[in-house]
């Protein structure tokens, strides 16, 4: 999470003969929740893709709520971050529902007893990695042997459809299965890049292996697709998640290092990612994530950032890019180097991209994450591209009524968020607050405090900005405790979880008072 913006966030309108924004398209209000499915509740470890995430829905679509909003969905690495992940275009097994697999015989009943011992109030992600995905494995050895009618389609067919990113992502991680784990850059040269690799003697030897990974994606995708269609059936649409960057681990720099700044004998970067320093961190921050090399992308207009866009449209319904502000310029570090003090603003690709976009997918539903402390070409793209930006009120209260997140400021052509997955909730915000902060939003919102995070919830709802979203953590009223994300901590997050008692306990009386919120303010 960068620094909050103090000064107003602009909202100057095009004049004389500028062109019409690119995008168009947030003209109706509407709220809608923020969950990862990682937090449902289930008793195998970690939330699935089963009933659990269907009575979330109803919930939704009984409180007059039209989005759900997620994280992104990839195959989580070290840190468990789904913001760094094996694959850009590839889901994360550990949200399949192993459940299902037990009726076509693909498991058995009693293979799933370890996983009902883990924790239902967090996730342990090393059990999952040490539990989960042999019985991914136990499935498709059954699988091939038993054959049994899936509700998702041919397999055959499913990897003919998503053989542009499943190739390489099935020989990317068998491989590294077969090297312990290391990262790619750590590869014997026969491997070390993908147009190497396919010639290679291990992949024949990894066959199994590599067809293995590719029915564990036709199980995780085939399941998110009855869970899409659940949510449409209900009138919700989904808003998915991408990060500007992507890891350095990953099958994406392997199989294209080209479009990275990645040194050509080595294969290791030369710069990395990051943000220089702000108010969360005095030496900024070093995300480690490898370039791009626009003008390599600018030669082939922009195909690896279309296909990616394309895959993530075919997830969800709208699409949050993260870091939007690295479009315009973007932080480099060059390395080595041991903090994020040291780097330089270079240009990004800017309106050109989004202009590619535009010819791709013209009726594209982007919201840009355009929190931080920004400049004005900053706004001036956002302006451009008719993008909706961010408002997050627990960046509101710092200063002044000058502060750009406070509500007044907002435009229809924003969403407002009382928090987002890289804050605190609102009520643990509120307890670590400055005396001055709680003072200033207790009179601004003319409240006690004492339910600081429906307060919160209420102010989004009034808010002129057309879309409202809002953490299931602050509609339970929760503490610190259940907080999804620090930004800078490198373990120990994306862990909460909640009970279905909690959701069943509230279901009729919070979706009842959500829906008369929606109707007062006509969302």
């Not at 037990?102 to 992600?125: I, N, R």
């Not at 059990?127 to 049994?148: D, E, M, V």
């Not at 202009?355 to 900053?378: C, M, N, Q, W, Y």
């Not at 902060?437 to 989004?460: M, N, P, Q, T, V």
Request: net charge negative; with cysteine.
């Amino acid at each position: 999470m960068k620094k909050p913006a103090a000064a107003p966030r602009s909202s100057k309108p095009a004049e004389g003969d500028a062109p019409l924004p690119l995008f168009n398209w947030l003209t109706q209000r509407g709220a809608g929740l923020l969950l990862h499915p990682t937090a449902f509740p289930s008793d195998q470890g970690v939330g699935v893709f089963d009933a659990h995430a269907v009575r979330f829905l109803d919930f939704l679509q009984q409180a007059g709520l039209k989005y759900w909003q997620i994280c992104p969905l990839g195959p989580t690495s070290y840190g468990d971050s789904p913001y760094q992940c094996f694959s850009a275009f590839a889901g994360n097994p550990y949200l399949i529902d192993l459940q299902a697999l037990v009726a076509p015989g693909l498991l058995e009943a009693d293979a799933l007893l370890p996983l009902t011992k883990l924790s239902t109030a967090q996730v342990d992600y090393e059990a999952l990695h040490r539990i989960k995905l042999p019985l991914l494995q136990q499935a498709f050895a059954n699988y091939q042997s038993l054959r049994p009618a899936l509700p998702f389609g041919d397999f055959a067919e499913f990897k003919r459809t998503h053989a542009a990113w499943l190739d390489a992502y099935t020989l990317y991680r068998a491989l590294k299965d077969h090297f312990d784990g290391r990262s790619w850059t750590e590869w014997p040269l026969a491997e070390r890049t993908y147009t190497t690799a396919v010639k290679s003697p291990l992949r024949a030897q990894l066959a199994t292996q590599i067809e293995e990974h590719a029915f564990t994606q036709y199980l995780f995708f085939g399941q998110w697709e009855l869970i899409r269609t659940a949510a449409r059936d209900r009138g919700i649409e989904i808003i998915g998640d991408i990060p500007i960057f992507i890891a350095l681990d990953s099958s994406d720099a392997w199989a294209n290092p080209g479009l990275f700044e990645l040194d050509p004998e080595t294969l290791q970067p030369t710069a990395v990612a990051g943000v220089p320093p702000d108010y969360f961190s005095a030496d900024g921050q070093l995300w480690g994530n490898p370039l791009y090399t626009w003008k390599t992308h600018r030669n082939d207009d922009y195909r690896w950032w279309k296909e990616r866009l394309g895959a993530a449209f075919a997830l969800y319904d709208v699409v949050r890019i993260d870091h939007f502000r690295g479009f315009d310029t973007y932080w480099s570090i060059p390395l080595p180097a041991e903090n994020a003090r040291r780097g330089t603003w270079l240009p990004g690709p800017g309106l050109e991209l989004f202009r590619a976009f535009h010819g791709a997918f013209p009726k594209a539903r982007i919201i840009a994450e355009d929190l931080g402390d920004l400049t004005e070409s900053v706004h001036e793209l956002r302006r451009q591209t008719g993008l909706p930006g961010m408002l997050v009120l627990q960046f509101a209260f710092g200063d002044t009524a000058q502060n750009g997140y406070l509500p007044h400021h907002a435009t229809p052509n924003s969403v407002i968020y009382p928090g987002t997955h890289d804050n605190d909730t609102t009520r643990g915000w509120y307890g670590t607050a400055s005396a001055q902060e709680r003072d200033f939003a207790r009179r601004y919102l003319r409240i006690s405090g004492e339910e600081i995070a429906w307060d919160f919830i209420r102010a989004a709802y009034a808010c002129a900005s057309r879309l409202a979203i809002f953490s299931l953590q602050d509609v339970f009223s929760l503490g610190s405790d259940a907080r999804f994300n620090t930004p800078g901590k490198p373990t120990g997050n994306w862990q909460w979880r909640y009970t279905g008692a909690q959701l069943d306990e509230q279901f009729a009386s919070t979706a009842s008072y959500l829906k008369e919120l929606a109707q007062l303010y006509a969302r």
